[in-house]
């Protein structure tokens, strides 16, 4: 009798009261970035167990922390992916909506490239360069302008006299935010006007730091990283925003350009010396665990070392690993499913 009382109240507090039973396959939402990653783990879950292999859909980081954070019961996600942190705003939404225990999975780190068609030339750029090349607005002797270039030859002598055309992530994606807060507004501090913006004030100074071109230099090219590889494929001119896991995966068909004159590699990445790297996430609703069948046996298979370890099928993937003292503290926190405390990002 008491195993029917938990079963029901487990229902219940899926809002589920009057079914018989809980939706049986586990739901994951979230970043393109992570979504290969996120694939992978669900077909060896599937093959490796006797549970239904989870439905992963790529909706974009911010896309899926929406759906994640809508509400608790079958008609939301279990599990949201994210190549970025959890943003105050998010968490403080989530909580409004009933979602009040959330748990943190860091599953490693991936770098941020510009890529072009293989066979295309290889650039190095710099931080400063890339954003004078795609922000909204530059300085031109000391004021704000519209961005007034058009070549890459305008924006540094130094660079080819090729047309920007740039294909990146949408807003909603997790890229585009890691990308203008690691690159973009890296190249903004460096520039004396926006340095002393970013002392006096700092909104001020994000507002232009983070802020892209929308007169056609840069494309918005949605969630779908398979489109930029075949638009850079088709335009040996332009370059395309990705993960590195992408490139690592496309490697015949795009290359990656250096940034600070550092590679976009693996080795590169993992050390740090890389620019523009940031470290990869999914969450876990700890109010569906034990009413969505196989929702723990998930996140212990990601936190494998045979998925994320040094040797996991996830490096063959692109994804480079914590360093094993950390990977061992996620693993215990994921498995004992201990809800964040841990600060989170800005709005």
């Not at 049986?24 to 077909?43: K, L, M, N, Y």
């Not at 990283?225 to 690592?248: H, R, T």
Request: aromatic content about 8%; charged content about 25%; glycine content about 12%.
């Amino acid at each position: 009798m008491k195993q029917i009382v938990a079963v029901f109240a487990g229902l219940a507090s899926l809002g589920l009261a009057g079914l018989a039973e809980a939706r049986d396959q586990i739901r994951i939402v979230g970043s393109s970035t992570v979504f290969p990653f996120s694939t992978a783990v669900a077909e060896t879950f599937g093959r490796s167990t006797d549970f239904k292999t989870p439905v992963v859909e790529s909706t974009g980081s911010g896309g899926g922390l929406k759906l994640f954070c809508s509400g608790v019961g079958v008609g939301t996600p279990d599990v949201t992916n994210s190549s970025r942190k959890i943003k105050e705003s998010e968490v403080e939404t989530c909580r409004s909506n009933g979602v009040t225990e959330i748990v943190e999975v860091k599953i490693g780190f991936d770098g941020i490239v510009l890529a072009n068609a293989k066979g295309g030339e290889r650039l190095d750029f710099t931080k400063e360069q890339i954003f004078r090349a795609l922000a909204k607005e530059v300085p031109v002797q000391g004021k704000l302008f519209a961005n007034p270039y058009t070549t890459w030859k305008d924006v540094d002598p130094s660079l080819p006299a090729a047309k920007i055309e740039v294909l990146g992530p949408p807003p909603t994606s997790g890229t585009r935010d890691a990308f203008v807060e690691l690159a973009m507004e890296g190249g903004a501090t460096g520039i004396p006007m926006l340095g002393k913006l970013r002392g006096e004030d700092k909104k001020a100074f994000k507002a232009v730091a983070h802020a892209i071109r929308e007169d056609g230099a840069y494309i918005e090219a949605g969630e779908n990283d398979n489109l930029i590889v075949q638009k850079l494929e088709a335009n040996p001119s332009a370059f395309g925003i990705f993960g590195f896991s992408f490139l690592d995966q496309n490697a015949d068909k795009v290359q990656g350009n250096k940034v600070g004159g550092v590679e976009p590699t693996f080795e590169n990445i993992a050390a740090g010396d890389y620019g523009i790297s940031r470290s990869l996430y999914f969450y876990v609703k700890k109010a569906h665990v034990g009413v969505v069948p196989g929702l723990q046996e998930f996140v212990d298979e990601f936190t494998s070392d045979r998925a994320t370890g040094d040797e996991g099928y996830l490096a063959d993937k692109g994804l480079i690993p914590l360093p094993e003292a950390e990977r061992a503290e996620v693993r215990n926190a994921a498995r004992g499913m201990t809800p964040m405390t841990a600060a989170v990002s800005a709005p």
